[in-house]
């Protein structure tokens, strides 16, 4: 692919600033719009099973917002308007994640990709799809569990037929989930949650990947071909097939070494404005590509939940810590009672501290914590200043 003479060069720092700023995390935040103004200037908010101070989809709108009610996200998520549609939907983009109700036709590629699927790590039984659709037709709105059961045995991989059966109608576009209740999807009929505009713009592959080129480049501010094609998970091929004519402008931006495009927008205006000091889900879009996190914040990310705990560096979900637009040291969160409990601080020397305090006080007080311990700390030296700052800002 031939890459067209940049529109601008942007320093290392211009960079770092122009992402978090497409990001939400410079400037004042859009609180009229709320949650759902996050999921739409995002494009795509990642669920996960993992919930320690709170799930991930929570965890991301709470960073941007600041204490917004974990009520209220869900509901913002999941509450149709007064007419009966929905403002949001799950399917896979960078993983399963919260989509905006207005992509569904954008991602037309991918169910058409999965229906030409030549094979499935799990069998389905014959007629058992068709049974789950006449059933979810006839009865509305159905769980797993309803459908006949989630699971053979009390292994996670070990589906039923009817979860199967469902979870391909899901990726096929026929089934859609457009609300989660106590974390357990809701099914229903695509012609029957979708609105009739959006059900029927069926968008060709190239229209639906150029959509979503540009999307990400929005999202990210500025990217690499590899940030832009992981921010949906596409391929680079499908990346280079449309960025041309994506709308995305090429840039060079120094240090990376790599060819970048970012949103013409975005190079508009310099970004100013003023900096969250947050927790960060280890899902949040912000992170979301390792290579991506270490290039523009000098930073390695790397989620240990599903490592052995005997390697585990940093601890089970350890947070970054955002302030001043770096990322200046880790927390591993828990709770016991009322006590939000720094199991494991990792801290990129003393000028962290300040920013680590106030993020973990004003994490505490969203989950209705009333205290802040601090068990491990990775520089002891650090521990008393730590513990001081976190009273005072307790006091």
């Excluded at 680590?356 to 491990?376: F, I, K, P």
Aim: proline share 7%; hydrophobic share 40%.
């Amino acid at each position: 692919m031939t890459t067209p003479r940049p529109a601008a060069e942007l320093s290392a720092d211009e960079a770092r600033r122009i992402a978090l700023r497409a990001q939400g995390f410079l400037g004042a935040p859009d609180r009229r719009s709320g949650v759902r103004g996050v999921l739409r200037h995002l494009g795509a908010i990642q669920l996960d099973t993992i919930s320690v101070l709170a799930r991930s989809h929570e965890l991301v709108p709470y960073a941007r917002l600041g204490a917004v009610g974990r009520r209220t996200v869900e509901s913002a998520y999941w509450t149709p308007d007064p007419s009966g549609a929905p403002h949001a939907f799950e399917y896979w983009s960078h993983a399963a994640c919260i989509l905006p109700i207005e992509e569904w036709p954008h991602f037309a590629f991918r169910r058409r990709a999965y229906r030409n699927r030549p094979h499935w790590n799990h069998d389905l039984p014959d007629g058992v799809y068709d049974q789950v659709i006449k059933q979810l037709r006839s009865e509305g709105p159905l769980t797993a569990t309803e459908l006949g059961g989630a699971k053979k045995t009390n292994d996670w991989w070990d589906w039923s037929g009817a979860k199967v059966a469902v979870e391909r109608a899901l990726m096929y576009g026929e089934v859609v989930c457009v609300e989660r209740r106590g974390w357990k999807r809701i099914y229903d009929l695509a012609e029957r949650a979708i609105p009739d505009a959006l059900l029927h713009d069926e968008l060709d592959d190239t229209e639906c990947l150029r959509r979503l080129v540009r999307l990400a480049g929005q999202s990210l501010g500025v990217g690499t071909r590899a940030d832009i094609a992981d921010y949906h998970r596409l391929k680079g091929e499908q990346v280079d097939a449309v960025i041309a004519d994506s709308g995305l402008v090429p840039v060079v931006v120094e240090g990376w070494g790599k060819p970048a495009w970012a949103d013409p927008a975005a190079l508009e205006t310099p970004p100013r404005g003023r900096h969250r000091t947050t927790l960060l889900s280890p899902f949040d879009s912000l992170i979301w590509e390792r290579a991506r996190t270490e290039r523009i914040f000098g930073f390695t990310h790397r989620l240990e939940a599903y490592v052995p705990k005997p390697k585990r560096v940093y601890g089970y979900f350890a947070m970054p810590v955002l302030a001043g637009g770096r990322l200046v040291g880790r927390v591993d969160p828990a709770r016991a009672g009322s006590t939000l409990v720094a199991r494991q601080v990792t801290l990129d020397g003393p000028k962290a501290v300040p920013a680590v305090a106030q993020a973990l006080v004003e994490a505490a007080s969203w989950v209705n914590c009333t205290d802040v311990r601090v068990e491990r700390i990775d520089a002891p030296e650090l521990r008393e200043p730590l513990v001081r700052e976190l009273a005072r800002l307790t006091a």
